[in-house]
């Protein structure tokens, strides 16, 4: 964020910040972002998740009794 905030300071707003997945804290690195009005993409590791403000989770369908084996 600190070189950022130098480019700012200069007064030049990049068109687009990007970013990769290594940042510590991404939630924040991220909220940063946003409060300073910039347009961005960051690479995202494999144990993010990502939900719809409207999500309703449910528990997998497990069944009760193992299917029966066809032997013919």
Do not use: C, W
Request: charged share 30%; glycine share 4%; no cysteine.
């Amino acid at each position: 964020m600190e070189t950022i905030n130098e480019v700012r300071d200069q007064g030049v707003k990049p068109p687009l910040t990007v970013a990769d997945a290594g940042d510590d804290d991404a939630a924040q690195f991220r909220q940063d972002l946003e409060n300073r009005d910039l347009t961005y993409v960051i690479g995202v590791n494999s144990a993010h998740t990502a939900f719809t403000i409207d999500i309703h989770r449910t528990a997998p369908h497990r069944p009760t009794k193992a299917p029966a084996l066809d032997r013919r």
